[in-house]
C-alpha cells in the first residue's frame, strides 16, 4: 500500500534569514519553542508543525536551524525530508550555511525544493531581481536549478500563496510512499507531556505501527509499550512510512531515550559498529578524505565519531567518490540504502555523503579486488541478487534469517516470501521457519552435506554395532567452524531431506541399522546374563572384558548397542546396568521421596544394596538426569523420579 500525501518538507538556510518567520506565516505556528531560542530570535532545536496545502494534501514541516554550531541539530531534521523550503533573505543573498545547507539537503538524496527570497520588503525591486539572478546562477546544477524563486515578506504576508501552490506542485512529483518494509522511527526530540508521560517524536521512515504495540530502542535494551500516537498532531491509532509521528510511551522515563536512538519492533534491525558504504567527497571540501581519518558520521539523528578506512586507493579527493567501510566508536542501527553526511572533525564542515550498502559487514581488508567486486555487486542487484550475494560470502555457515533480512533490507515476511521462490528454483536451501531460519546457498549446503554424509558412512563402516556417532563428535571431524546454533539447524535441513536421523545427541543415517556380528551376538548374551546377575553392582567395562575373556573393542560395541536397545542404561562411560536394575533404582528412589523430603548417603545405600565404588556413579548419574539435587550433603527430590531410560 502507497501513502500519497505523507510528504516531509524542511527549512533549510542562513541563520536570520526567515525561516520561522515563513513557517509561522504558511502554518500559523511560532516552532521557536525554547526560552533562549525566544530570547535569542535564533532556532537552536528543531521545530515541527503541520501545513496544509490549498488540495487537502496535509504535509510534516521541519524547521531547522541555521547557525553554524547547530548543524548536527540540522542534519537530525533534514535527513528524511522529501522536499525542501530553501529560505534566503533579500538582504544579504546566499551565504556560508546556505551552500551547506544545500549540500546536506543533496547529499542526503532531496529531489525536489523550493526557494523563498525572505525580506523582499527591505529591498528595492532592481535588487530584488539582482539578487534572484544570484541565487539562480548558484543554483545551477544542483537539484533545485529550475526550482521557483518567490519573494516572501514575513511583514506583509506576501508571496505566502505563491510558495504554497509551488510546495503543491512539487509535492505531487513526489512518488508516494509504501507503508510495507521494517518499522522504524529515528527519535529526534524526547520530552515529557503532563498527563501524557514520555513522548518520543520523528520522522517516520519505513514501515507502519499501531497503538498497544511493544517497541524497543536501539542502540540500547529499553522497551515500551505504544500508550498513544500522533500524526501532524492529531491522535490516530496507526501512523505509517513519510508522517511526522510522535508516540507517547508506557513504561520508560525520559532519561531512558534520546536523539539518536531508533524505536524498532523486538529482533527487526541489529545494532553494528562496521557499515559499508559509497561516499562522495562536496568538490567544495577543503582537502582529500584520507585513509583511517577520524570524523562525524550524520546518519538520520545520530551522530557518531567514526573513522574512514578506504577500500581503494589512498585518499579520495574533493568531487571525488569511493567506496569505504565507516568503523563506528559506538553502536547504531541502519539498512542498505541509507543516506547519509560526513562532516570533518575540526573544524566541523561538511565534507561529504553518500548511502550504505551493507550494514552488517565483516572487517574489511583494503586493497582487496575480491571485496570491491562483492560491494560493487551489492549495489547494482535487486534483493534476489543481494541474498545470493551474502550467501555466497557465507559459504558454509550459512546466515540467520534476522541478519539477512537487515542486510538486504527486508522485512521478514517479505524475505520469507523470497527464500521460498528461490528455494523452489534450487538457489537456496532454507533450515527452520521465522527469525530463527538458517539459510544456505545450494551449493555451500551441497558442499557441506556432503562432507556430512561421506564422514556418516566411513564412521557406520568402521562402527556397525553402533546406532550412531555423537553430535558433537561428527561436529569436530567435519563442522568445526560452525558455532552450534547454526550446526543444529544444518543437521535439522539435513534431517528434513531425509540424509540423516536424529535420536538425541546420536546422528545416524537414515539407512543405518546397528547390527551385531555374531559372535558379538553370543558375547550379548553373555553381557546380559551377567548384568543381570550383578544387579546395580555390574563390573566396569575393564573388568568385564576381563571376566568374559572378550576384546575391549567387540565389548565396547556390544555394550553401546544393548543401551541404544534400551537392554541396558549407560551410568558413565565404563558403568552400564540392567533395564530391570534400572527400574529397581528409580522406583526405590521414588518410594523413599514419598515421605521424606532429604536422602544422606547412609540412606541411599540401604535403597541400593551396594558399596560406595557403585553408589557415587548412581548418585551422579540421578544428580545429571534431574532426579535429585545436591544440597550440601545431602540430596533432595528435584522431579517425579521415574524411569528414564
Known amino acids: 500500500m502507497t501513502t500519497q500525501g505523507h510528504i516531509i518538507i524542511g527549512t533549510a538556510g542562513h541563520i536570520d534569514h526567515g525561516k520561522t518567520s515563513l513557517v509561522k506565516v504558511l502554518t500559523g505556528i511560532d516552532t521557536d519553542r525554547l526560552k533562549e531560542e525566544k530570547e535569542r530570535g535564533i532556532t537552536i532545536e528543531l521545530g515541527f508543525a503541520p501545513l496544509t496545502l490549498p488540495s487537502g494534501m496535509r504535509l510534516g514541516l521541519v524547521d531547522v536551524p541555521g547557525h553554524e554550531r547547530f548543524v548536527r541539530n540540522m542534519v537530525a531534521g533534514a535527513t528524511g525530508i522529501d522536499l525542501v523550503l530553501l529560505v534566503i533573505a533579500a538582504d544579504e543573498g546566499v551565504m556560508p550555511q546556505t551552500r551547506e545547507h544545500l549540500d546536506i539537503c543533496q547529499l542526503l538524496g532531496v529531489r525536489e525544493g523550493v526557494v523563498a527570497l525572505t525580506k523582499s520588503d527591505m529591498v528595492e525591486k532592481d535588487w530584488l531581481e539582482m539578487v534572484a539572478e544570484d541565487v539562480r546562477e548558484y543554483l545551477a546544477g544542483t537539484f533545485l536549478q529550475d526550482a521557483p524563486i518567490i519573494p516572501f515578506s514575513a511583514v506583509t504576508g506576501s508571496g505566502s500563496e505563491e510558495i504554497t501552490a509551488a510546495v503543491q506542485e512539487a509535492a505531487g512529483r513526489i512518488p508516494g510512499r509504501t507503508d510495507k518494509g521494517i518499522f522504524r522511527l529515528p527519535a529526534d526530540r524526547v520530552f515529557t507531556m503532563k498527563g501524557f508521560g514520555t513522548v518520543v517524536t520523528g520522522t517516520l521512515t519505513s514501515g507502519k505501527i499501531s497503538t498497544g504495540e511493544e517497541i524497543f530502542f536501539l542502540p540500547g535494551d529499553k522497551k515500551a509499550k505504544l500508550r498513544g500516537l ?297 553381557v546380559l546374563n551377567l548384568l543381570g546377575k550383578a544387579k546395580l553392582s555390574s563390573p566396569f567395562s575393564g573388568e568385564m572384558a576381563e571376566e568374559l575373556k572378550a576384546s575391549v573393542g567387540d565389548l565396547k560395541s556390544t555394550l553401546n548397542l544393548l543401551a541404544d536397545r534400551g537392554d541396558l542404561v549407560r551410568i558413565k562411560d565404563d558403568y552400564f546396568i540392567s533395564s530391570a536394575a534400572h527400574a529397581h533404582l528409580m522406583k526405590g528412589v521414588q518410594d523413599y521421596f514419598e515421605s521424606r523430603q532429604e536422602m544422606a548417603l547412609s540412606d541411599f545405600r540401604e535403597i541400593v544394596d551396594t558399596t560406595r565404588k557403585w553408589m557415587i556413579p548412581l548418585l551422579e548419574y540421578l544428580d545429571r538426569t534431574q532426579v535429585t539435587m545436591r544440597k550440601g550433603d545431602v540430596r533432595i527430590k528435584r522431579r517425579s523420579a521415574k524411569g528414564n531410560g
Not at 586507493?313 to 540504502?337: D, F, K, M, S, Y
Not at 535487486?382 to 545470493?388: E, F, K, N, P, W
Open 230 to 526: 500522533q500524526v501532524h498532531g492529531e491522535s490516530v491509532d496507526q501512523a505509517a512510512a513519510g508522517t511526522r509521528t510522535a508516540l507517547n510511551l508506557q513504561g520508560i522515563d525520559k532519561d531512558e531515550v534520546h536523539r539518536g536512538q531508533t524505536a524498532v519492533r523486538e529482533g527487526t534491525l541489529l545494532p553494528t559498529l562496521m557499515l559499508d558504504a559509497r561516499v562522495r567527497l562536496l568538490g567544495s571540501a577543503p582537502r582529500p578524505l584520507k585513509n583511517r581519518e577520524r570524523v562525524r558520521l550524520h546518519l538520520f539523528t545520530a551522530e557518531i565519531m567514526t573513522r574512514v578506512t578506504i577500500l581503494q586507493g589512498e585518499v579520495i579527493q574533493p568531487g571525488e567518490e569511493g567506496l569505504i567501510q565507516l568503523r563506528l566508536e559506538e553502536p547504531t542501527v541502519a539498512l542498505p540504502g541509507d543516506r547519509f553526511v560526513i562532516r570533518s572533525y575540526s573544524p566541523m564542515t561538511t565534507i561529504g555523503g553518500g548511502n550504505l550498502i551493507d550494514p552488517l559487514p565483516r572487517k574489511h581488508r583494503r586493497n582487496r579486488q575480491r571485496v570491491i567486486d562483492h560491494l560493487s555487486s551489492l549495489e547494482g542487484g535487486d534483493a534476489g541478487h543481494r541474498v545470493l550475494t551474502f550467501l555466497h560470502e557465507a559459504g558454509e555457515y550459512g546466515m540467520e534469517g534476522a541478519v539477512l533480512s537487515v542486510r538486504t533490507g527486508l522485512e521478514m515476511k517479505d524475505l520469507t516470501e523470497l527464500l521460498s521462490g528461490l528455494s523452489e528454483e534450487g538457489k537456496v536451501v532454507v533450515a527452520g521457519k521465522g527469525e530463527a531460519v538458517l539459510v544456505y546457498s545450494a551449493a555451500a549446503f551441497d558442499g557441506i552435506k556432503d562432507r556430512l554424509v561421506k564422514a556418516l558412512e566411513k564412521f557406520h563402516q568402521a562402527n556397525p554395532a553402533r546406532a550412531g556417532i555423537g553430535r558433537e563428535e561428527l561436529r569436530m571431524r567435519v563442522a568445526r567452524q560452525l558455532p552450534d546454533r547454526p550446526y543444529r539447524n544444518l543437521l535439522a535441513a539435513l534431517q528434513e531431506q531425509g540424509s540423516v536421523t536424529l535420536d538425541g545427541d546420536t546422528v545416524r543415517m537414515g539407512s543405518h541399522e546397528a547390527s551385531l556380528t555374531p559372535e558379538q551376538e553370543v558375547l550379548a548374551g553373555k
